[in-house]
Nanobody, 115 residues
Framework: QAQLVESGGGLVQAGGSLRLSCAASGSIFGIAAMGWYRQAPGKQRELVASISRGITNYADSMKDRFTISRDNAKNTVYLQMNSLRPEDTAVYYC??????????WGQGTQVTVSS
């Protein structure tokens, strides 16, 4: 089995920054893709950003403020979030497609942006 462990969430004022980290561990043959999703109260989970083979993809509302990066040697993905807004408040989930297990999710980390 493999696990994803997130860190870096917290409370920040509007306009501030946070950096999320997610490390994969366990029995890993390879990681095809990694990314971040978020879910706000009463809303569906949505894609924030993903990275696969160096190619990044962002939700339109976040691509100018958030940056996803990956350290393959550490099996870790990062999300640098700048210019945070109250509407960015959500639980952020790490995602990875881990070989041979398939889709894997972290437990989620809360990000709260105060106005």
């Amino acid at each position: 089995q493999a696990q994803l462990v997130e860190s870096g969430g917290g409370l920040v004022q509007a306009g501030g920054s946070l950096r999320l980290s997610c490390a994969a561990s366990g029995s890993i043959f390879g990681i095809a893709a990694m990314g971040w999703y978020r879910q706000a109260p009463g809303k569906q989970r949505e894609l924030v950003a993903s990275i696969s083979r160096g190619i990044t993809n962002y939700a339109d509302s976040m691509k100018d403020r958030f940056t996803i990066s990956r350290d393959n040697a550490k099996n870790t993905v990062y999300l640098q979030m700048n210019s945070l807004r109250p509407e960015d408040t959500a639980v952020y989930y790490c995602y990875a497609y881990i070989l041979p297990w398939g889709d894997s999710w972290g437990q989620g980390t809360q990000v709260t942006v105060s106005s």
